[in-house]
């Protein structure tokens, strides 16, 4: 069955350090691939996304993130995380799930604090 | 461009009475909308798919006549909580996929939250 693991439920980072947010996927084709990022009581923004082609992608506020097949991974990174990158990141996969319709499957997201 | 929006933000409704969240796409046509539910730290459970111009596809677990759901229009669907009840408080997110993409990214609304007391 297709499903997303992140593995780490809460993060905190000093503002300035680097980020890696980590995501793992199991699907038995060539997943899309999406991080979002949800700030408190709001909906989820599109960071970036993965279809086909180069597997290195860049996304909005400076963020990219990696699709390493071998590994089944897709994480997140920035260089120099800002305090208002606080926020829940979720990864998701878009799968062909019974049908045409393809549906997100998404992880249990990643809390990141940034403290000064 | 790929705003959609919720109405209302927040809702709150006594217990038995029905409440229904409105999701628009303002500016594109879609298709597909989805509907999902949020409970506090946890990820979006995906509800139902809402085609225009056909049912919706509930997933399973999720009661089709408490959530009915109406995708009347490309740009318009809507999920009305029926006979709700101090636990369907919850966050409900629609997102709305741009008809005619091949590929596959949703576009979310801001989220309603819904109190039933």
């Known amino acids: 069955a297709q499903s997303v693991t992140q593995p780490d439920i809460h993060i905190t980072v000093s503002e300035g350090a680097s980020l890696e947010l980590r995501c793992n996927y199991s699907?038995?084709?060539?997943?899309?691939l999406f991080w979002y990022v949800q700030s408190p009581g709001q909906g989820l923004q599109l960071l970036l996304k993965?279809?086909?082609?180069?597997?290195l992608v860049q996304g909005i506020k400076g963020f990219e993130a990696e699709f390493k097949r071998s590994q089944s991974s897709f994480n997140l990174r920035k260089p120099s995380v800002h305090w208002s990158d606080a926020a829940e990141y979720f990864c998701?996969?878009?799968?062909?799930?019974?049908?045409?319709?393809?549906?997100?499957?998404f992880g249990t997201g990643t809390l990141l604090a940034v403290q000064p | 461009g790929a705003v959609v929006s919720q109405h209302p933000s927040w809702v709150i409704c006594k217990s038995g009475t029905s409440v229904k969240i409105e999701c628009r796409s303002l500016?594109?046509?879609?298709?597909?909308m989805f509907w999902y539910r949020q409970f506090p730290k946890q990820s979006l459970m995906l509800m139902a798919t809402?085609?225009?111009?056909?049912?919706?596809?509930?997933e399973q677990g999720v009661e089709k006549d408490k959530f009915l759901i109406n995708h009347a229009s490309l740009t318009l669907s809507t999920l009305t909580v029926t006979s709700a009840h101090p636990e369907d408080s919850s966050f409900y997110i629609c997102?709305?996929?741009?008809?005619?993409?091949?590929?596959?990214?949703?576009?979310f609304g801001p989220g309603t939250r819904l109190t039933v007391l």
């Open positions: 997102s709305a996929r741009i008809a005619g993409q091949r590929t596959d990214t949703q576009y």
């Open positions: 699907y038995g084709a060539t997943p899309y």
């Open positions: 993965y279809f086909s082609g180069d597997t």
């Open positions: 998701a996969v878009g799968a062909l799930y019974g049908g045409a319709t393809n549906k997100l499957i």
């Open positions: 500016d594109f046509q879609a298709t597909t």
């Open positions: 809402s085609n225009e111009g056909s049912k919706a596809t509930y």
